[in-house]
């Protein structure tokens, strides 16, 4: 059985940065994709960024030039640079590890809470 664990989340001001991270329970680089989705009270859970075992990435518009995702393979970590945060990225966030093996197998962690202030 797959585990992540997020961490990194907390309470910043508008304009300010945090790191999160995902650590998995095996090696990121046995999966296909990595992503990191959030979901605000009341909302969907929407798509974030995504990163391919290729080292691909892609980002939704709402984030792309602010958020930055990337691997550590060698401590099966994957982080979400979160930089000129704004109120409307308060959700939580949540880490998800995609295997295609014929079927798709998808794993997640918990969430940690982001709480952007104005």
């Known amino acids: 059985q797959v585990q992540l664990v997020e961490s990194g989340g907390g309470v910043v001001q508008a304009g300010g940065s945090l790191r999160l991270s995902c650590a998995a329970s095996r090696s990121t680089a046995s999966f296909n994709f990595m992503n990191w989705y959030r979901q605000a009270p009341g909302k969907q859970r929407d798509l974030v960024a995504t990163i391919s075992s290729s080292g691909g990435t892609n980002y939704a518009v709402s984030v792309k030039g602010r958020f930055t995702i990337s691997t550590d393979n060698a401590k099966n970590t994957v982080y979400l640079q979160m930089n000129s945060l704004k109120p409307e990225d308060t959700a939580v966030y949540f880490c998800?590890?995609?295997?295609?093996?014929?079927?798709?197998?998808?794993?997640w962690g918990q969430g940690t809470q982001v709480t952007v202030s104005s």
């Open positions: 998800n590890a995609v295997r295609l093996r014929g079927i798709r197998d998808d794993y």
